[in-house]
């Protein structure tokens, strides 16, 4: 029997984590284990949680004492751990949540799943820890080619208008880390217990590092589900410095696939990067955000141009405004994941063009679910994170 606790299984990944996993093996135990900080939410799992092979543990992963009892009770055998403090603006303005949570929250879990492993007759035998961790422990890459060029791979979903690269150099697993902000500081000393755990004691552990992540259920304090309920309320759009910066997007239930596939194939001690093949300009997404939404709202115009042609005009363009940027804003990453791809034949199954309707779509169909997470502290925090800036 595999009882497997998904850590941070209330927020964006971790929700399409446990529903796949839930829904795809009932024979395994799925215990989500979650605080529900701001960022977790029940009702991104209303669909599976009464489904009679998953179960939800309020819980903090700092609470050594109470991880540890909790995996003795329900005898678990692997650990895929999402529970974080994530979003890059906090991270600059509170530090030190940012250490405790991902640095000795990650450390309470390692050291729980090694003592209560050990003490089976069967030690580490069939059991797995699995660490999710971001491209941003890399640092960033230099943008060679503004202008953008031929990237030297491809694959089935690369987006079909836009597959440029800005720049040569990828983010491959065997890069130096250099992270910039204090949060992808804290994930990367949380990548370096992981692997110390796994050469020190032997633990079987893994690790990812993925790239940015859209789809439904993410928190509106990041740039896409921000931009959609921003546009629909026609809200300005602080676009951080020029909108130059550049992002490699994946759909999160492609993220859960490989999530998936590598806890079940990938090999112990290993790293895999996990990217989507899809580097967007701020910029260029945000006026893809805006057309789709106004062509889902009705709100595109037709105007005649000076050559007697109908075009189409997004009368939402004008809510674009530039602020100042983000304090050590990353330039570019650019995931290289062809050794997933290589080893354990992944890659992303969906078009970003794909993707992105059906985003913008589930935003604007869910829309209950939007103003429950933007009542209330979202008002305080968007307030204290864009007022006069
Ligand atoms: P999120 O902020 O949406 O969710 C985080 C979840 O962790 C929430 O449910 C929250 O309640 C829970 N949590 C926070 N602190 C906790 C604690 N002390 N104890 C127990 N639970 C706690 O995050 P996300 O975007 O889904 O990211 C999930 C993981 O994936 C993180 O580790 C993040 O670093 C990583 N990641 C995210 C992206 C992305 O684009 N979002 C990309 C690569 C990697
Ligand atoms: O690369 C993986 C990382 O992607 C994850 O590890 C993080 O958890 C996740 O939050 C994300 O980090 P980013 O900082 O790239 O995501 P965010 O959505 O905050 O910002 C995306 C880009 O958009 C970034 O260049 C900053 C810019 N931006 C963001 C916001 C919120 C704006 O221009 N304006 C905004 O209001």
Excluded at 137 to 144: D, H, P, R
Excluded at 190 to 208: C, E, K, N, Q, W
Excluded at 259 to 277: C, Q, R, S
Excluded at 330 to 344: F, G, M, N, P, V
Aim: proline content about 4%.
């Amino acid at each position: 029997m595999n009882t497997i606790i998904i850590t941070g299984g209330a927020g964006f990944i971790g929700s399409h984590v446990v529903r796949l996993f839930v829904n795809k093996y009932p024979d395994y135990r799925i215990i989500n284990l979650d605080k529900l900080t701001y960022a977790g939410n029940l009702a991104n799992l209303k669909d599976i949680e009464d489904k009679p092979n998953y179960k939800f543990v309020k819980m903090d992963i700092c609470d050594f004492e109470s991880v540890m009892k909790l995996m003795q009770e329900e005898a678990v055998t692997g650990i895929i751990h999402l529970a974080a403090e994530s979003h890059v603006d906090r991270s600059i303005k509170d530090p030190f949540t940012f250490a405790r949570t991902n640095v000795m929250g990650t450390l309470s879990l390692l050291q729980a799943a090694k003592l209560y492993w050990e003490s089976l007759p069967e030690r580490f035998e069939g059991k797995r820890f699995y660490h999710i961790s971001t491209d941003e422990v890399y640092g960033a890459l230099e943008m060679t080619h503004p202008e953008g060029i031929e990237p030297p791979f491809t694959t089935v979903a690369s987006s079909g208008d836009h597959h440029l690269a800005y720049g040569e150099k990828f983010f491959t697993e065997d890069l130096k880390y250099q992270p910039h902000s204090p949060y992808s500081a804290a994930k990367a000393s949380s990548d370096h217990f992981v692997r110390a755990y796994h050469d020190t004691y032997g633990l079987p552990t893994i690790v990812t590092n993925c790239s940015n992540n859209y789809g439904p259920y993410q928190f509106p304090e990041k740039l896409i589900p921000l931009f959609i309920n921003n546009i629909r309320h026609r809200k300005p759009l602080p676009v951080y410095g020029k909108g130059e910066n550049v992002r490699d997007w994946l759909f999160v239930e492609d993220h859960a696939r490989a999530i998936d596939l590598i806890f079940h194939e990938g090999k112990v001690a290993e790293t895999y990067n996990i990217g989507g093949f899809n580097e967007w300009k701020n910029i260029d997404i945000i006026k893809v955000l805006i057309q789709t939404v106004d062509r889902a709202l009705g709100r595109v115009k037709l105007e005649t141009s000076k050559t007697g042609e109908t075009v189409e005009t997004y009368p939402d363009m004008d809510l674009i405004t530039y602020v100042t940027d983000r304090a050590g804003h990353d330039l570019r990453y650019a995931i290289d994941s062809r050794k997933l791809q290589r080893e354990l034949g992944w890659e992303p199954s969906l078009q970003f063009e794909e993707g992105i309707e059906r985003t913008v779509r589930w935003y604007l169909d869910n829309q209950e679910w939007m103003d429950n997470v933007t009542s209330g502290d979202y008002q305080r925090y968007y307030e204290g994170m864009y007022a006069n800036r």
